[in-house]
């Protein structure tokens, strides 16, 4: 059974910085590129960052770059995102999600939840 | 950056009526890389359709997905009380970002 499992959100100040970390398990997560998907309370989805399997490509959403790493250790079956100079508008739920290609992002995890306040 | 409008908003409807969303690009996108999500409360999305039409592993046949360039459907035949929930078009492949759809609300009349 593929199953991601994401961890790490927290209540963090402005300014401040965090670490997700995404665990995978039920697929070879070395065969595949992965996303960071986010969604503020109330609101939709939005992509932010992508990896591929190898880590030879990396891409932000403008709303992230610079202040955003996106990450992998494929032999731990992990994927991670920093996050540093946090702003009140990146409280949202993260998730990580993979990337099946053709077949878009085709499992999710449960999601991580960010707030960022004073 | 490609923007995808999704139509209406919200849909209000009983069990066993048809349900058509729709989701506009703002500029031509491949089909081969469109998909739809549904989300239900307090849960992850869900993979429902990819590359326009194919239904993902697990999704009934009374959803289906159309369209092409700029203009793509999802239909549910004939709705089930699990299908009230929000899905979203999004496009992937190719450049990012990929982006999705502010969101249909399908609820219950």
């Known amino acids: 059974e593929v199953q991601l499992v994401e961890s790490g959100g927290d209540l963090v100040q402005p300014g401040g910085s965090l670490r997700l970390s995404c665990v995978v398990s039920?697929?070879?997560?070395?065969?595949?590129?992965m996303n960071w998907v986010r969604q503020a309370p109330g609101k939709g989805l939005e992509w932010i960052s992508y990896?591929?399997?190898?880590?030879?490509?990396?891409f932000y959403a403008d709303a992230v770059k610079g202040r955003f790493t996106i990450s992998r250790d494929n032999a731990k079956n992990s994927l991670f995102l920093q996050m540093h100079s946090l702003r009140v508008e990146d409280t949202a739920v993260y998730y990580c999600?993979?990337?099946?290609?053709?077949?878009?992002?085709?499992?999710w995890g449960q999601g991580s939840l960010v707030t960022v306040s004073s | 950056e490609i923007v995808l409008t999704q139509s209406p908003g919200t849909l209000s409807l009983s069990p066993g009526e048809r349900a058509t969303l729709s989701c506009r690009a703002s500029?031509?996108?491949?089909?081969?890389?469109f998909a739809w999500y549904q989300q239900k409360y307090g849960q992850a999305p869900r993979l429902l359709i990819y590359?326009?039409?194919n239904r993902a592993t697990g999704i009934p046949d009374r959803f289906s997905g159309s369209g092409s360039t700029t203009d793509f459907t999802l239909t549910i035949s004939r709705l089930e009380p699990e299908d009230f929930a929000v899905y979203y078009c999004?496009?992937?492949?190719?450049?990012?970002?990929?982006?999705f759809g502010q969101g249909t609300k399908v609820e219950i009349k």
């Open positions: 999600a993979r990337d099946n290609a053709y077949l878009s992002f085709d499992y």
């Open positions: 039920g697929f070879i997560f070395s065969d595949f590129s």
């Open positions: 990896i591929s399997s190898t880590s030879s490509d990396i």
């Open positions: 500029q031509s996108v491949s089909s081969n890389y």
């Open positions: 590359g326009t039409s």
């Open positions: 999004q496009h992937y492949g190719g450049s990012p970002p990929w982006t």
